[in-house]
């Protein structure tokens, strides 16, 4: 049953409207809903009435959830839940706790080296086809290449032609989770998802055995093979489901952030230059803090709460939006530059409030592959800057689609000039 919500301020936008303006113009709704109305509003937006709650506090209550007050199950289930049942974020409590358990091992800090050791050859062949081909559209240019990347380091998948099938699958799979109607229409977008999610399921289905069995150090492997203390590993089906939504958690979120270092640093050339690795640190937690993959994040509350003074009933679904706070003057510097100094210890900015700087969430449902996707943005930034200078190509108009997963709309133009090395 829907909670009351009438004693909140309404958001000012219609439904469809709501939608429509949400994903038009992600940063200027959210601002302007905040400067009208408040922190907290009611809005009915994606299909249902929901809380969007904007502001560090709404974002440490919600993430950090100390006092287990918020589901992600439930915030996420009416987004994700058809697609990707048994994911990670569509888990809570103790369950969620021992499935993300048996999952750390393999995200764990002395495996990336290997990682990293395994992606070079990949990337290195990506920069050779951008370098002969000049300028190239690089959104969809790095969207292969992490597909690449996933297929063969997460799937342990060689073949051509099966790392084609499960990218094609897979590329099926994530449009139908941003698809608005949420349908199996014939011929739709969801329905092909669906589809899609059933070849995979049946692809990975089938070779689960065998990983088990063998000594691979893909992800794949290493979760089916995973054990908890009393000797439990993963159901074939778990494994399985997990992969199917660690595929989607890891590739579109990735591809975002490559593409936005590259913006930044193909608008603002000084920076291909200055490549110390705090530098290269703070330049992508910038990218991150002004384009957040996740611009928004959905929870549930489990019981009434307080969200910057207003009553949230139980059973009310939330959007916070880390994107909202990210860029909110009350902790940043003139928020809307490209300015990575201020991550340095002289001002340490994202210091400023605990959840300030939220781009892979917090608390228990923090991402689990952020060591994984700052070592793969690492590794084709420092391949890159060794080999290439690169800039936005002239005429690029910056129109970025915030939701549902950041990137530029329209592509991403960028000019590749070979430099030697030094
Ligand atoms: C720049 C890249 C990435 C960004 C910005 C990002 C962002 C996030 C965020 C914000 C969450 C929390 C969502 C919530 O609290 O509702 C999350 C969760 C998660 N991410 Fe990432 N992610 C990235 C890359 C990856 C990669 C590479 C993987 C896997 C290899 C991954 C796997 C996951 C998983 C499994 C969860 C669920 C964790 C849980 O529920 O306990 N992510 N990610």
């Known amino acids: 049953m829907t909670p009351a919500l009438a004693h909140l301020p309404h958001c000012g936008h219609p439904p469809i409207l709501a939608d429509l303006r949400f994903l038009r113009d992600t940063l200027g709704f959210l601002r302007r809903v905040h400067e009208r109305r408040g922190p907290v509003t009611r809005i009915f937006v994606f299909g249902r009435p929901q809380v969007l709650a904007l502001g560090a506090e709404a974002n440490a209550r919600t993430l950090f959830d100390r006092?287990?007050?918020?589901?992600?199950?439930?915030?996420?289930?009416?987004?994700?839940?058809?697609?990707?049942?048994?994911?990670?974020?569509?888990?809570?409590?103790?369950?969620?706790?021992?499935?993300r358990r048996l999952m750390l091992p393999a995200f764990r800090r002395d495996r990336l080296g290997e990682h990293r050791r395994q992606m070079q050859p990949i990337i290195d062949a990506a920069i050779d086809d951008w370098l002969q081909r000049g300028q190239v559209e690089f959104h969809g240019c790095v969207k292969r290449l992490t597909l690449d990347i996933a297929a063969r380091l997460f799937l342990g998948v060689r073949l051509q032609q099966e790392i084609d099938d499960v990218a094609r699958d897979f590329i099926d799979l994530v449009q139908a989770s941003?698809?608005?109607?949420?349908?199996?229409?014939?011929?739709?977008?969801?329905?092909?998802?669906?589809?899609?999610?059933?070849?995979?399921?049946?692809?990975?289905?089938?070779?689960?055995?065998?990983?088990?069995?063998?000594?691979?150090?893909?992800?794949?492997?290493?979760?089916?093979?995973?054990?908890?203390?009393?000797?439990?590993?993963?159901?074939?089906?778990?494994?399985?489901?997990?992969?199917?939504?660690?595929?989607?958690?890891?590739?579109?979120?990735?591809?975002?952030?490559?593409?936005?270092?590259?913006?930044?640093?193909?608008?603002?050339?000084?920076?291909?230059r200055r490549a110390t690795e705090d530098d290269d640190a703070n330049i992508l937690r910038e990218a991150l803090r002004l384009y957040p993959p996740l611009p928004t994040i959905a929870r549930?509350?489990?019981?009434?709460?307080?969200?910057?003074?207003?009553?949230?009933?139980?059973?009310?679904?939330?959007?916070?939006?880390?994107?909202?706070?990210?860029?909110?003057?009350?902790?940043?510097?003139?928020?809307?530059?490209?300015?990575?100094?201020?991550?340095?210890?002289?001002?340490?900015?994202?210091?400023?409030?605990?959840?300030?700087?939220?781009?892979?969430?917090?608390?228990?449902?923090?991402?689990?592959?952020?060591?994984?996707?700052?070592?793969?943005?690492?590794?084709?930034?420092?391949?890159?800057?060794?080999?290439?200078?690169?800039?936005?190509?002239?005429?690029?108009?910056?129109?970025y689609a915030y939701l549902p997963i950041g990137?530029?709309?329209?592509?991403?133009?960028?000019?590749?000039?070979?430099?030697?090395i030094g």
């Open 67 to 99: 006092d287990d007050a918020f589901s992600a199950a439930g915030g996420w289930t009416p987004l994700l839940g058809e697609l990707f049942p048994g994911g990670l974020i569509l888990r809570d409590g103790a369950d969620h706790r021992r499935h």
């Open 178 to 272: 941003a698809a608005l109607v949420r349908y199996p229409l014939p011929g739709g977008a969801y329905r092909r998802g669906l589809q899609a999610r059933g070849r995979l399921v049946r692809f990975l289905s089938a070779r689960v055995a065998a990983r088990r069995d063998g000594d691979g150090d893909d992800l794949f492997s290493l979760l089916c093979r995973e054990r908890d203390d009393d000797g439990m590993h993963y159901t074939d089906a778990e494994v399985v489901d997990h992969m199917v939504f660690m595929l989607m958690a890891a590739h579109d979120t990735t591809t975002s952030a490559l593409a936005t270092v590259v913006m930044a640093l193909g608008e603002q050339p000084q920076w291909q």
């Open 300 to 399: 549930m509350a489990t019981r009434e709460v307080e969200l910057h003074g207003c009553r949230i009933p139980a059973g009310t679904r939330l959007i916070v939006a880390p994107l909202f706070v990210q860029r909110d003057p009350q902790w940043w510097t003139d928020p809307d530059r490209f300015d990575p100094e201020r991550f340095g210890p002289a001002r340490a900015e994202h210091r400023r409030h605990p959840a300030a700087w939220t781009p892979f969430g917090g608390g228990a449902h923090m991402c689990v592959g952020m060591n994984f996707a700052e070592m793969q943005v690492q590794a084709v930034l420092e391949a890159l800057r060794a080999r290439a200078r690169w800039t936005v190509a002239s005429g690029f108009r910056k129109d």
């Open 407 to 420: 990137r530029p709309r329209g592509g991403l133009p960028v000019r590749f000039d070979a430099c030697s």
